[in-house]
């Protein structure tokens, strides 16, 4: 699902994210700084070996968040341009899951207003994050899986 507006772009899809495409569309030739926020799938979380994520959405209220976020951004910082597109479905290491990029004629409102939507999607937008370990998986957020105990013959291995 996208949604595009004259200078905002918003998006949620199944695809790989184009972040070069999404950073040029927000700088216009009034802008002095593009921000950009690039969070992808790190090989570990919790001290466990991360294999894959898979995320999921409550999409049609997903963007609808993600726009409000975009409309407060040029309520409250002298910004131009946001663009916020978030990855659904399996997502391998190294891949990129949120892109963000907000341009402004000055550097300071575009890092706060990064900071400030990057912060929001996390806290207030219908994503769920589930983790794939070796010997489990958890949605983020929720119980990790036990570590195995150590066994007295795994120990004398060490």
């Known amino acids: 699902m996208s949604v595009s507006a004259e200078r905002d772009f918003i998006q949620l899809t199944r695809d790989p994210l184009d972040l070069q495409a999404i950073a040029l569309h927000v700088r216009g030739a009034e802008d002095g700084a593009v921000v950009t926020f ?8 919790h001290g466990r ?3 894959y994520l898979d995320y999921e959405a ?10 409000e976020i975009a409309t407060h951004l040029h309520e ?5 341009r946001v663009a916020i597109a978030h990855r659904l479905g399996r997502l391998k290491i190294g891949e990129t899951s949120v892109f963000i990029a907000v341009s402004a004629p000055h550097r300071a409102a575009a890092f706060d207003a990064c900071r400030y939507a990057i912060d929001t ?3 207030t937008v219908p994503i ?3 983790e794939y ?4 998986a958890v949605w983020a957020g929720g119980e990790l899986p036990p570590v195995p105990a150590e066994t007295p013959e795994r120990k004398s291995a060490s």
């Open 49 to 51: 070996v991360t294999l």
């Open 128 to 130: 769920w994050k589930k």
């Open 76 to 80: 409250n910082f002298a910004i131009h």
């Open 38 to 45: 690039d969070g992808f799938v790190r090989n570990q979380s």
């Open 58 to 67: 409550y999409e049609p209220m997903a963007v609808l968040k993600m726009n």
């Open 121 to 123: 999607l996390k806290r």
């Open 133 to 136: 370990f070796e010997d489990g």
